[in-house]
């Protein structure tokens, strides 16, 4: 009893959105004056409007200048890439279609749509939702997170598979971590032609690192009174030969 996960909520769209946003570090733009690539050049402000600063010769910047109202009308696309090498590295696309508006020497963008492609599928997210809405605490962390956990506690990796149903790792060859948030911890399952994620829930949210190191420490006090499924028995009897 009180052991047991009962924390099982995920990122709403909204907030994975904005947490695709404050992660990501570069973006494609494709307005009238074309398609461009921009890395490191995007800001977000707290409504959900992206600040982009671009180069004086840019076609998005001559554009803005250039349109009739003064509103180029754009696409905004982020991907949201695993930091740790997994097979099928993107999480998931965030597309924002709106309005550019040029403000204090940059180029401001009002969204006007919000689409959030997930594995499950798209969801068109609502406007109000998405400006009110904040990132995930753990969002510019994760990478570093997920990078240490991978590379330097690849045991603890194993420990958390048994807390993974056995038939979701038969055929396994390797099981990474592919995503951190307040809400839990994802591992990506791979086998020999096919992929699969499993997520852990944490028994109650964590906002800050310091909360993430209890919840895991959690997981894994709860994966070694755990017994090793089968299925990853096979594997690492395979293995030795």
């Not at 594995?119 to 406007?127: E, N, R, T």
């Not at 990474?176 to 829930?201: K, Y």
């Amino acid at each position: 009893m009180g052991d047991s996960h009962t924390w099982t909520a995920a990122p709403a769209a909204a907030e994975q959105a904005r947490s695709v946003l404050a992660a990501a570090w570069s973006c494609a733009v494709t307005a009238e004056g074309g398609r461009e690539e921009f890395v490191g050049a995007h800001t977000v402000a707290d409504d959900g409007r992206v600040l982009l600063h671009v180069p004086e010769d840019s076609a998005l910047l001559a554009a803005a200048i250039c349109a009739p109202r003064g509103e180029p009308s754009a696409v905004l696309e982020f991907a949201d890439v695993a930091p740790v090498p997994v097979r099928g590295r993107i999480r998931a696309r965030l597309w924002l279609a709106g309005w550019f508006a040029p403000e204090d020497g940059h180029l401001v963008f009002r969204p006007t749509r919000v689409v959030l492609r997930r594995p499950s599928g798209a969801v068109v997210v609502d406007l109000d939702e998405f400006a009110t809405a904040a990132p995930d605490p753990l969002a510019t962390a994760e990478a570093r997170l997920l990078t240490h956990l991978a590379d330097c506690h690849g045991d603890a990796v194993e420990r958390l598979t048994r807390l993974v149903d056995a038939d979701s790792l038969h055929g396994a060859v390797r099981v990474r971590p592919l995503a951190v948030d307040r809400h839990g911890l994802t591992l990506r399952i791979e086998r020999a032609r096919a992929h699969g994620d499993v997520r852990l829930p944490f028994h109650a949210p964590a906002d800050d690192v310091a909360q993430l190191t209890e919840r895991m420490h959690v997981l894994l006090t709860q994966a070694s009174a755990a017994s090793c499924p089968r299925a990853l028995q096979r594997q690492r009897t395979d293995g030795d030969g």
